[in-house]
C-alpha cells in the first residue's frame, strides 16, 4: 500500500492546522537530501555535470553536497568500486547518520561493468545497501536526477515515526559481507 499523505494534506480549522507526523517529517526528508558524492571513476565527471547549472539538481533541494559522512544521508557511489577501496566506502557510509540512502550510478557501481577481475567488486551493493540504481557508462546527469527523484518518492513512502527509533538494513546480510571483504 503506498502512503500518498503529504504536508499540504491537512485539515485546517481556524489558525490550526491537523496533519500526520509522517506526512510532515517525509516532506521535510525528501526535499533535503544532503549527498555525499564518492566520485571513484568516469561516472564522478557526470555527478559534477548534474550540480552545474544546466541540469540544476538544486532544483530537487540536492544541492548541499557534503564531503563529510557525518553530514550527509545520501551516499552516491560513482564509479568503479575496487576491492582496495570497498572497505573505505563502508567505512563511510556506517559513519553517516540514520536515516541514509545510497544510490549506486552506472554500471560499474551497481555490476562491476566490464571489469571482470580479481580487484573489482561486482557490484557495491554487496558491501552496503542500494536504494537506486542508475543504469549506464556512464549516466547522464539527466539519468541521475531521475533516480534522485525516485529517492525523494522512495523516502515520502517511508514510515518515518518507526525509523526514528531504530532502523534495521538486511544485518544478516551484511555481516557475512564484511567478513568477505576483510579476507581479500
Known sequence: MQNTNLAYDSKVEGEIIVTQADAVINWIRKHSVWPMPMGLACCAIELM????????????????MRFSPRQADCMIVAGTVTY???????????????????????????????????????????????????????PRPEALLDAMIKLQDKIGRESSLKNLTARKRQPAKQAALAGAVNES
Do not use: H, L, N
Open 49 to 64: 555535470a548534474a550540480g552545474g547549472s544546466r541540469f540544476d539538481i538544486s532544483r530537487f533541494g540536492m544541492e548541499v
Open 84 to 138: 582496495k577501496m570497498a572497505e573505505v566506502v563502508r567505512r563511510i557510509y556506517e559513519q553517516m547518520a540514520e536515516p541514509k540512502w545510497v544510490v549506486a550510478m552506472g554500471a560499474c557501481a551497481s555490476t562491476g561493468g566490464m571489469y571482470r577481475s580479481y580487484a573489482t567488486m561486482q557490484g557495491v551493493d554487496r558491501i552496503i545497501p542500494v536504494d537506486v540504481y542508475v543504469s549506464g557508462c556512464p
